[in-house]
């Protein structure tokens, strides 16, 4: 389909055919976190840096667009839930696919929670959306975790293998997971899941060097990119920081020449 492989173009890098979004939906689950606040300046720092894509929901499409400097990839976010609900696994579908279309989104991106009560209704939901997105040539990015109250570790690598096979079964065209924390375990995660997987960058890390240090770890484990939120926005210099993950998820540079670029 030559509609989803033109708006695949705009949200993988065409040389290395690897991608670094920049999730910043995290105002639907957790507030206005510091760093996303000023939507339109986040996503100036972060195309500048070298980012190919953004991901947010719909209300925050008009107040992103900019109408000026590098142009960066738009995937709209229809799954939502917040940290106030007593439920907050829960994800519910806050928006279609063709609204995505409407607001000239270039994918559009679930979440699901494999563990979580109701995960049933989250993998309904997401076989629809495929659907609508296979009907529309929109790609898919399907955000994979293992949350729930008998979830003990997120990131053990049979799990991770288990929600990357799901989000590939289901028909999504890209799958986001959480990293392993292990170059060779998360290879097994790789291996396991047919469409191209990417790396969730989760909670705030300590360092640069471990931020910068997953990434690589992430890619020579054959992940096709990481979808990096706080570590990138939080960070003292937003610019600085997509630029050297540019440098590993693009051009296969190491940590200590990335980490350079941060000064």
């Not at 639907?28 to 760093?35: D, Y």
Request: hydrophobic fraction near 40%.
């Amino acid at each position: 389909m030559i509609g989803k492989q033109i708006r695949l173009e705009r949200i993988f890098d065409r040389e290395s055919r690897s991608a670094l979004i920049v999730p910043m939906d995290h105002g639907m689950s957790e507030g206005p976190l510091p760093g996303i606040i000023d939507i339109r300046d986040t996503i100036d720092k972060v195309s500048h840096g070298g980012a190919t894509a953004i991901v947010i929901h719909k209300g925050l499409v008009e107040f992103g667009h900019r109408g000026h400097g590098k142009d960066i990839g738009l995937i709209v976010h229809i799954s939502a839930s917040t940290r106030l609900s007593p439920t907050p696994n829960s994800k519910v579908l806050v928006a279609g696919v063709e609204e995505g279309i409407q607001l000239g989104a270039d994918g559009i991106s679930i979440h699901v929670n494999i563990g979580a009560e109701d995960d049933a209704k989250m993998l309904e939901d997401a076989g629809r959306v495929v659907r609508d997105c296979r009907n529309w040539g929109m790609p898919l990015l399907a955000m994979m975790y293992p949350r729930g109250k008998d979830i003990r570790d997120p990131y053990d690598v049979d799990l991770l293998r288990h929600v990357a096979r799901v989000g590939a079964e289901l028909g999504a065209d890209v799958v986001k997971v959480n990293y392993t924390g292990d170059e060779s375990t998360f290879h097994e995660v790789v291996k396991a899941c047919p469409a191209p997987v990417l790396i969730a960058g989760g909670p705030k890390l300590t360092s640069d060097r471990e931020v910068l240090g997953m990434a690589k770890g992430a890619m020579n484990a054959g992940a096709r990119g990481i979808s990096i939120g706080r570590n990138i926005w939080q960070h003292r210099d937003p610019v600085a920081m997509t630029s050297a993950l540019s440098q590993i998820v693009f051009r296969n540079g190491e940590v200590e020449d990335a980490m350079k670029l941060l000064g």
